[in-house]
């Protein structure tokens, strides 16, 4: 990569950040309630103010910058190289989502930009070498993250088979890697059903560990709004099948099919002695969200003994 445009990519992102920064500041300044700053809508409200106050930077001259302006300088992106280049410093520098206009640069290339997006993405393990500090392999992997939010977005289905190939061969996927996979395969819906399914019905010999905890909890965020029998039955077949059922059982409870109470129930009857304290309770919440009575279960650690 040329150094004068990572100096001035550089430049650009590092303000960016500042600018973001300043900007949360001053909306949060006069948020008090917790329950505000958690909601949905305070949420969306704070990302499309962020996005309309940022206008203004881009468009701004910036000193030091050869191009002028933030937006200049992006405009000035004329080949895939240089954009694919830029892309990878923007990644290492934001946490979270990148400039729309970076992305419309990156977008004009069409089905190339695809292809080196999904290039970018696989390019490293997804396992640290052995000794290799957390921060150190999570760092090295901001491009490759941020590449596989965008092919998510895009809904790249040319992506699906390799990225989930690659992630179901991890035995215990690190958590920031499992976050990438799931901001990639949620956005795709109701279109990646199949394939989840496919995957979670054949889980090869793993037993539903590792990478499988994940597409589950993917299978469900996505199929509670497009409920179907097939996964219904996918669900309780991976919990009967699962050595550690805890995952299983929350995902029973919020996928939201209560005929899930009664193999809940079960369980719990036939394994009173067997079960922990943590697979118990979060148990029990899945079989009260589905409309499931608790008052007949009995209680095997006592905790509630003493209760009236």
């Not at 809904?155 to 690659?166: S, Y």
């Amino acid at each position: 990569m040329d150094n004068e445009l990572r100096q001035q990519a550089v430049l650009v992102f590092d303000t960016y950040n500042e600018k973001v920064g300043e900007i949360y500041d001053d909306i949060l300044e006069h948020v008090a309630n917790e329950q505000t700053l958690a909601s949905p809508e305070f949420q969306d409200y704070l990302h499309n103010s962020v996005s309309n106050s940022l206008q203004p930077w881009f468009a701004a001259e910036l000193e030091g910058l050869a191009a002028g302006t933030p937006e200049a300088f992006i405009d000035a992106l004329l080949n895939l190289d240089d954009v694919m280049d830029v892309f990878e410093i923007a990644a290492a520098k934001i946490d979270g989502d990148l400039p729309d206009n970076l992305m419309l640069r990156v977008g004009a290339f069409g089905d190339e930009s695809i292809s080196r997006l999904q290039q970018m993405a696989l390019s490293h393990d997804w396992m640290p070498e052995e000794g290799e500090d957390e921060d150190t392999f999570r760092d090295g992997l901001a491009a490759d993250l941020a590449a596989l939010r965008v092919l998510g977005q895009w809904n790249a289905e040319t992506a699906v088979q390799p990225v989930l190939a690659k992630f179901c061969a991890l035995s215990s996927p690190d958590e920031f890697i499992a976050d990438g996979v799931k901001s990639f395969i949620v956005p795709f819906g109701e279109k990646i059903i199949p394939e989840l399914l496919a995957r979670l019905n054949d889980p090869k010999d793993t037993g539903y560990k590792g990478a499988y905890e994940y597409l589950l909890i993917c299978l469900t965020e996505i199929g509670r709004d497009n409920r179907t029998e097939e996964i219904f039955q996918c669900l309780k077949r991976v919990f009967r099948g699962m050595e550690h059922k805890v995952i299983a059982s929350i995902c029973l409870g919020d996928y939201g099919d209560g005929r899930a109470v009664t193999l809940l129930k079960s369980y719990i009857d036939r394994h009173m002695h067997e079960i922990d304290r943590q697979f118990f309770y979060e148990t029990l919440s899945s079989i009260k969200r589905l409309g499931g009575d608790i008052k007949d279960i009995q209680d095997p650690f006592r905790d509630f003994k003493n209760k009236k």
